[in-house]
């Protein structure tokens, strides 16, 4: 066995090795090893107090001058308060919550000194803030100035940290395990080092978490990103080696099918990157192995009419395709949509066409049962479905091609169900996305995908504007906004309000008032029912609203989604239900309340609900974070730019990657530690052509045990999983 594979349980002593698997979920050595520092505390430079910055991370040394116990405001219970002077007449404030204030008060008693390391905020009346860390990291100098001295004199590394797990403890326990380390086999061959100037595996474990200066933990970081990447190549190359040989039913395309008659019906001229785009498609479905593509565009580029033309040519070939939506609100839109695309084609039988059949989850038993018959029979070439299809019951006559929109929406274990109903022969599947959010980017550096990039717009789209409406700053900007849907309402136009909570949840509270932020805590978040409320009795007073969220009964839900695309009402106020693929040319104003607490991806999809009838559209995201704060600053990104591509670069760069592989849907660690996908391109690209010339020349790897192990170790994660499955 490796040393790598070692249980933590033989190299630590029992209760610091429960702590580290309960709390970090490491095992092993080697995943003990690879907990790498978050950062180090530069030596010799440590910040004073009237050196911050905000959002800046530092590491200050301070003497504990006063603890101050204050009731938590909205809810019982106390924190704590901790002020710290540096000697020089400046003050800082550590703020601890729950039972970790009770640990710090026991710790911080005045006249202790230590070291304090978070990241620095201002808090409290606008006109006298005051520097704060929340939940800093410390350590205590026992020996008067000696500890600040000694932490003085080189880097020392601050590892990611939990509950009742230190850095400080984990800086331990890897000194326990560097210290009878020994010898390692390295998975990458010297030759390949030498190429690269990578130090060997050995020495970039001890100089990552022992370096003696930045300069030696820069080389044992060049040295350990390139493992992560190498790794994940061999593992991505693998895969597609393995695919070319599952075996799938060619779908070539027929010159007097549907699709033919519905290219002759369409009312428009297709676009160049949406025919190059088709021509791609339907040369992978023409193939006895399976389609593994990603289609993604710009909001409004026209994916739905490429992925549907892929379908009518699998429907054309004696096949069925479904189309997974990752709501009952989308996927009714998509039903409605491609049944009205298609007209008398979706009738089937005389016409020449096929059924187009919905199942969702929360139809009638009368409905539902007609609909399995028709996918199980055949009779449905096009099933369009949420979460209802990947049941064990629902099965297809032959599944030929899965369409998945907004594949981020859905697990890796729900994609395989859906495809596992294809029987031995694989379906094709093609994945849409309408911004790549941060795993999409990542996959698509990492080239597992073959990739289709619609970046031309339809005629008719009207451009769109937008702006950040700072409504605690500014109150009256909050009042305009409700002026400007009233002008629009009255051109004839309709509007959207998104809030990020439906509001039947116990305890809400729907205050339209901004918060003036001098609180410990944020207020909750706005929501639907709350805001329509308000809305309602005050500037809306005389227009028709209604409100739509995911808790609805479906036929209440298409119903309201009918009576706003058919114009009877004039504001819809919404969760995030309406974020995708819901199409009302009539729209132009979207407002989003509490925009901060959406991600880039889902404020660009929000946004490009309005500007799709020719209509300029207007968006304004509704936030009380100041200016200066990086939720003000995600903000300001997405109204500056209309490109969906650029602001996925901008989601990656804020998320970091610890979701890329699957870490969210596997709730584990991210396999990568180091590697920045937008920073690290040139380090993927390297990698992956080391990695495909060992593998052509060793497939099996079967000259190469440790980095066979490494892959079986990457492999037997659930992250693995999301490699084998997406």
């Known amino acids: 066995m490796s040393r790598f594979d070692e249980p933590l349980t033989k190299a630590l002593d029992p209760k610091t090795a429960k702590l580290l698997h309960d709390v970090l979920g490491l095992e092993t050595v080697g995943d003990l090893l690879r907990h790498y520092p978050r950062r180090y505390a530069e030596r010799g430079e440590l910040t004073t107090l009237d050196a911050l910055e905000v959002d800046e991370h530092v590491t200050v040394v301070g003497e504990v001058t006063r603890l101050m116990r204050k009731p938590m405001r909205n809810r019982g219970g106390t924190w704590l308060e901790v002020e710290i002077a540096d000697g020089n007449g400046n003050r800082l404030y550590l703020s601890f919550f729950g039972k970790g204030s009770h640990a710090a008060e026991s710790r911080l008693k005045p006249g202790t000194r230590g070291m304090f390391a978070g990241k620095v905020g201002l808090f409290g009346a606008r006109a006298k803030p005051r520097w704060q860390l929340a939940h800093p990291e410390f350590e205590l100098f026992e020996d008067g100035d000696a500890g600040a001295e000694e932490f003085a004199a080189a880097p020392v590394p601050i590892y990611p940290a939990g509950k009742d797990v230190t850095p400080w403890a984990i800086r331990r326990a890897v000194g326990v395990v560097l210290d009878t380390l020994g010898p390692l086999d390295d998975p990458l061959p010297a030759d390949l080092r030498a190429r690269h100037g990578l130090q060997p595996l050995g020495e970039a474990l001890v100089a990552i978490h022992r370096p003696k200066d930045f300069a030696e933990m820069g080389r044992a970081r060049k040295r350990l990103k390139f493992d992560e990447a190498f790794v994940l190549q061999a593992v991505l190359l693998q895969r597609r080696q393995a695919a070319t040989a599952w075996p799938a039913k060619a779908r070539p395309p027929r010159s007097d099918g549907m699709l033919a008659d519905f290219d002759t019906r369409l009312p428009f001229s297709l676009t160049e990157g949406q025919a190059r785009v088709g021509e791609e498609i339907a040369a992978d479905l023409a193939i006895e192995h399976p389609m593994h593509r990603l289609l993604q565009g710009e909001v409004g580029a026209g994916k739905t009419v490429v992925a549907l033309r892929a379908m009518l040519q699998v429907v054309d070939a004696g096949g069925q395709a479904a189309l997974l939506a990752p709501t009952e609100v989308l996927a009714q839109q998509h039903h409605r949509s491609i049944t009205n695309m298609l007209g008398d084609l979706a009738q089937g039988g005389m016409f020449g066409g096929t059924a187009v059949t919905l199942l969702t989850g929360s139809m009638g038993a009368a409905a539902r049962r007609a609909a399995l018959l028709d996918a199980a029979s055949g009779t449905a070439g096009i099933v369009v479905g949420t979460h209802a299809l990947l049941q064990e019951h629902v099965q297809f006559a032959d599944l030929g091609l899965v369409v998945v929109d907004e594949q981020h929406r859905f697990g890796v274990e729900q994609r395989d169900a859906l495809r596992a109903k294809a029987g031995e022969s694989r379906p094709h599947v093609l994945v849409m996305t309408a911004t790549p959010i941060p795993r999409t980017v990542a996959m698509t550096v990492f080239g597992d995908l073959e990739v289709s990039t619609l970046s031309q717009l339809p005629s008719g789209r009207a451009p769109i504007t937008t702006h950040v409406v700072p409504a605690a700053e500014k109150p ?114 979207m407002i989003i309340m509490d925009a901060d607490r959406f991600g880039v991806s889902q404020l660009h999809q929000l946004r490009g609900r309005v500007g799709r009838g020719g209509l300029p559209g207007l968006c304004l995201l509704v936030s009380d974070f100041a200016e200066g704060t990086p939720a003000r600053a995600r903000l300001d990104a997405v109204a500056a730019t209309l490109d969906g591509f650029e602001l996925s670069r901008v989601d990656l760069e804020q998320r970091r990657e610890g979701d890329v592989l699957g870490a969210a849907q596997s709730g584990k660690r991210s396999s990568l530690k180091l590697l920045q996908l937008l920073r690290d391109e040139d380090v993927i690209a390297t990698a992956r052509q080391e990695a495909a010339t060992l593998l052509s020349q060793d497939p099996d790897l079967t000259s190469n045990a440790p980095l066979r192990a490494e892959i079986a170790r990457l492999r037997e994660d659930e992250r693995a999983d999301y490699l084998e499955k997406t």
Request: hydrophobic letters at 40%; glycine letters at 8%; one cysteine or more.
């Open 476 to 589: 009256h900007y909050l009042e305009r906004t409700w002026q400007r849907v009233r002008e629009e309402v009255a051109l004839g136009r309709q509007a959207y309000i998104v809030c990020p909570r439906i509001g039947d949840l116990e305890g809400d509270e729907g205050d339209l008032a901004a918060p003036t932020n001098t609180d410990d805590e944020r207020r909750p978040p706005l929501a639907v029912l709350d805001v329509a409320q308000l809305l309602t009795e005050g500037p809306f007073h005389d227009l028709k609203v209604g409100t739509l969220h995911g808790k609805l009964p479906p036929e209440e839900k298409d119903a309201l989604m009918r009576a706003f695309t058919g114009g009877e009402l004039d504001v819809l106020v919404a969760t995030t239900v309406i974020e995708v693929g819901v199409d009302v040319p009539n729209s132009s104003v």
